[in-house]
């Protein structure tokens, strides 16, 4: 045991204990530390007696590097998803571990694996680096790689097949250069999970091939690429133009309508391409085979851009229904394409509004097309809606035209009861909303 430790000799009451355990087979030892807080608190002002944010820290005498990765068995799991997170992490060491507390370290210089002190933390924070897209600087093989959706939109077919050629070559080689890093590392135990996660994506990249194969053979699936690209460039650019409006400012839509406002990061683009297969046919075994079918995660940080990978897919999968026609009887003009849930309440309208300017943007096409002579897109609108709980969004239309009515000042707001006007402003404009004004309820006959 540690025996009692008393930092303030003016506090007596105030003191440190521990227990030190038996050293492990390769000479460490887990030491578990508390603070004791023993004062008898008053009758009155019991806060006096209480401890605000204290805080223990350990170093070494000599302040060498005594501290050693704390064993957590990560590594060892029988958990695939575990084994492989440690590899992944590895270099992320966990030296303590607090109890009601978070705890930080300073690592021994150029060490990874030790440390020279460890303290408590009342507030634990930690920065997560913005994850950047590579550059034609950093892999010169994306210098053929065309992300202007704009220029996607409009390319021919070679042209196409020579710059989505790149990215999975680019993404190939990639995987190689991991291949070598794995086999020069040395990883240990950690190995099994690199050669497994080596494994899925080289699958990843035979997907990817797929995608660029079905785009390049398909005519339906070329369109409904080119339709995709086309709406998610005009989204982006009317995005941008909305919210410059919205600020006041005077501008143009030609201003903003510039390659660095309408362009993919490679990951968003491979990402579509990885849904193509199977958005194409509804046979495919990533949509059909239980044990094969497959569900794609975007992990990335705030700010990452999962938002616009996973609109483009969205464009995408409304395009090709579109196209197919009538399928199993079923009739492609109508009914649910995607459903799109939010975890957050807060973040739901901030989607809604993104999603609403994609909407737009496919319906202004389609309705441009239309005017043409191009029925391809069909004669039924794009459409979105919303749902979020009868406190926020009506749940009949009845319930809709009462909120509206109410908006136009006919009679008060029912308490409990929510309204279709869930946008403040414009998503293809930037111009405000008024629910009195903008919003119409139309009535099934």
């Not at 194409?280 to 085979?289: F, G, N, Q, Y």
Request: charged share 25%; aromatic share 6%.
């Amino acid at each position: 045991e540690v025996g009692r430790l008393v930092p303030d000799t003016e506090q007596p009451e105030v003191f440190v204990r521990g227990v030190v355990r038996p050293p492990t087979s390769a000479g460490e030892k887990i030491v578990t530390l508390f603070v004791v807080n023993d004062q008898e608190a008053p009758e009155t002002n019991q806060d006096e007696a209480w401890l605000f944010q204290a805080q223990v820290a350990i170093r070494a005498p000599d302040g060498g590097d005594v501290f050693r990765r704390r064993p957590t068995g990560e590594s060892a799991s029988d958990d695939a998803e575990r084994a492989a997170l440690a590899m992944l992490y590895r270099d992320k060491v966990e030296f303590a571990v607090g109890h009601g507390v978070s705890v930080r370290w300073e690592l021994s210089a150029g060490r990874v694996d030790r440390a020279i002190a460890v303290r408590t933390q009342a507030v634990p924070w930690y920065d997560v680096p913005v994850t950047e897209a590579p550059t034609a600087a950093d892999l010169p093989g994306l210098g053929d790689l065309i992300l202007d959706m704009k220029q996607l939109a409009q390319l021919d077919e070679k042209a196409l097949a020579k710059t989505l050629g790149s990215l999975l070559r680019e993404y190939t080689a990639w995987i190689d250069g991991q291949h070598n890093r794995v086999d020069a590392k040395m990883l240990g135990e950690h190995e099994p999970s690199a050669r497994e996660a080596l494994q899925k994506c080289r699958g990843a990249a035979e997907r990817l091939k797929a995608g660029v194969d079905r785009v390049l053979a398909d005519p339906n699936a070329l369109e409904a690429f080119r339709l995709a690209n086309q709406a998610m460039w005009l989204q982006r650019v009317r995005s941008v133009y909305a919210l410059e409006r919205r600020r006041g400012k005077d501008v143009k839509l030609e201003d903003v309508d510039v390659p660095k406002n309408r362009s993919w990061r490679p990951f968003q683009l491979a990402f579509v391409l990885l849904s193509i297969p199977s958005l194409a046919d509804p046979k495919h075994t990533d949509r059909t085979d239980p044990g094969a079918a497959i569900a794609d995660l975007l992990w990335f940080p705030t700010g990452g851009g999962k938002t616009e990978a996973y609109l483009g897919v969205a464009a995408f999968a409304m395009a090709i229904r579109r196209l197919q026609g009538s399928l199993g009887g079923l009739d492609h003009t109508h009914g649910l394409t995607v459903i799109m849930r939010y975890t957050l309440r807060l973040l739901t309208i901030q989607q809604f509004q993104r999603a609403s300017t994609l909407l737009c943007a496919m319906e202004v096409i389609r309705r441009e097309a239309a005017a043409k002579g191009d029925k391809r897109w069909g004669e039924t609108p794009f459409r979105i809606g919303l749902w979020v709980g009868q406190r926020a969004t009506p749940n009949t239309t009845a319930d809709a035209q009462q909120a509206i009515q109410n908006a136009h000042g006919h009679q008060w707001q029912q308490l409990g009861t929510g309204t279709p006007a869930q946008l403040s402003s414009c998503p293809w404009c930037g111009s405000e909303i008024q629910p009195g004004r903008d919003v119409v309820v139309k009535m099934s006959p």
